[in-house]
């Protein structure tokens, strides 16, 4: 395993000296590595980056975001993704090439409040961020309970390769769909087990920074010891 | 001030009053903090990065930094009127203008973060107090920084140049000076001086202030520590 150097740091911490590369959430002045947030640092393969444990969700190229559609314009629809932007959704992309304003109506297919999970195909700083659906399992979410967690303990529910979510959902057989920007949908056949994983992802947001959670979950959850014996706590 | 320097509040000329900060404490804003600064009560709330009302002073560029410095009716001991006045929109611009370099607003286009600050009590060095509270409560929205902003003031009071000026010292005192830094990196924020020093005077002034700023940094680094990496082990 690669050696990783982890240590807390605040803004304006310097994290390290010399010839590394800064990645997130770091800035370079001279030669030192200066942290920009309330994180854990990492130093791998000369490069430096912070994890955030707060703030907010800023989109990047192909997350999977889960977005609520707040409104129309007469080419798009617009989306709160949890995020200090606006994501957009052309209508070319559901309606197909030949969409016209005055034809269809974009009501009809998503509607104000409609949940949509999609991915950002593109962003930069001077544009709001840009939404598809064209893809496998993107699209309207018809039914779930929708949760909202902090964006930067997102990796935690995950879980190395897929490790906690997979847990989660193994146990409360529940679809668990988990978006970038902290929205997670989550939906079950049988509602014992949706009120289960429900609590289960809010006991991984609330308790992300302590060691041996997926330990923690599985007994919550009530799944027997030694099962799924791959998943590491770190 | 006594003979041998003790001051009129038991202080030595080279003593802060006491200091407390908590961090988190509003449910409903991005990132908070609670300062109590001697007999200061300051509340500091961030919102934001967020969408800017009014449209036209989105820039396209950067994201912008608003500051409302706020003093309750309760805060004096005689009712203060709530309605901002000269002075309050004085230390709001000052505010702003402290914490800016700091901040790393080019991440954020198009969008806006909300500083509010409200004092609940007064005592002399409020604009201090109120911006050591500020950088804490961004740090905590998660708000990329180059760096916090640690500010103190000092002064002359009897002849003498006195570190942190309580209300009493600054009514009879012949000089004050409040003094922000960015104490990692090394660079002054604030420096508003009012009254007459000789320029040794200004010096030991200035050198006396940016010692008490380290202090006040290693006070605002505990409260988020404490908050952050505290409640769970590495």
Redesign the interface.
């Known amino acids: 395993m690669m050696d990783i150097k982890r240590r807390y740091v605040i803004p304006g911490d310097v994290i390290a000296t010399g010839p590394l590369r800064p990645e997130q959430n770091v800035y370079q002045e001279g030669d030192r590595i200066i942290s920009t947030c309330v994180g854990i640092s990492e130093i791998y393969e000369n490069a430096v980056r912070v994890i955030p444990l707060t703030g907010v969700y800023v989109p990047k190229t192909n997350d999977l975001v889960i977005g609520k559609v707040i409104g129309t314009s007469p080419l798009s629809w617009e989306f709160d993704i949890n995020s200090c932007f606006i994501g957009f959704l052309p209508a070319q992309d559901v309606f197909g090439r030949d969409y016209s304003p005055t034809k269809d109506e974009l009501k009809q297919r998503l509607n104000i409040g409609d949940l949509v999970a999609a991915r950002v195909a593109n962003f930069d700083r001077s544009r709001d961020p840009l939404l598809t659906v064209q893809d496998r399992d993107l699209g309207k979410i018809d039914s779930g309970e929708l949760i909202d967690i902090s964006p930067s303990k997102v990796p935690r529910l995950i879980g190395k390769r897929g490790s906690m979510i997979q847990t989660i959902e193994m146990a409360t057989r529940a679809m668990i769909t988990i978006g970038q920007n902290g929205w997670v949908v989550v939906s079950c056949e049988d509602s014992e087990g949706l009120l289960k994983a429900i609590e289960a992802v809010k006991m991984v947001d609330a308790l992300a920074h302590t060691p041996n959670l997926t330990e923690r979950v599985k007994s919550m959850l009530g799944v027997p010891e030694g099962e799924n014996n791959d998943t590491i706590n770190d | 001030m006594t003979e041998d320097g003790i001051r009129c509040d038991g202080r030595r000329v080279d003593q802060l009053r006491n200091i407390s900060i908590k961090v988190g404490v509003l449910k409903n804003a991005?990132?908070s903090a609670y300062i109590e600064f001697g007999k200061n009560k300051i509340l500091a709330g961030v919102f934001?990065?967020?969408?800017v009302h009014p449209k036209h002073m989105a820039n396209?560029d950067t994201g912008i930094l608003r500051c409302r410095y706020h003093m309750s009716p309760f805060s004096v001991t005689e009712r203060k009127n709530p309605a901002p006045s000269r002075r309050e929109i004085e230390i709001s611009k000052v505010l702003k203008e402290a914490l800016e370099p700091?901040l790393?607003l080019?991440?954020?286009?198009?969008?806006v973060i909300d500083v509010f600050v409200e004092v609940l009590q007064a005592d002399g060095g409020s604009r201090c107090a109120a911006l050591d509270a500020a950088a804490v409560a961004l740090?905590?929205?998660?708000?990329?920084?180059?760096?916090?902003v640690s500010a103190c003031a000092a002064g002359k009071v009897a002849d003498r140049i006195v570190l942190d000026v309580n209300n009493e010292e600054d009514q009879e005192g012949q000089a004050d000076m409040p003094v922000a830094i960015?104490?990692?990196?090394g660079k002054v924020t604030l420096m508003q001086l009012d009254g007459i020093l000789t320029p040794e005077e200004y010096k030991t002034c200035l050198q006396t202030a940016i010692g008490g700023c380290r202090t006040v940094y290693e006070i605002q680094?505990k409260a988020?520590?404490e908050k952050?990496?505290e409640?769970?082990?590495?």
């Open positions: 991005d990132g934001g990065p967020r969408d396209q700091a790393i080019k991440d954020f286009p198009r969008t740090a905590d929205a998660g708000i990329p920084m180059r760096d916090l960015m104490p990692s990196i680094r988020l520590v952050y990496f409640s769970g082990a590495q």
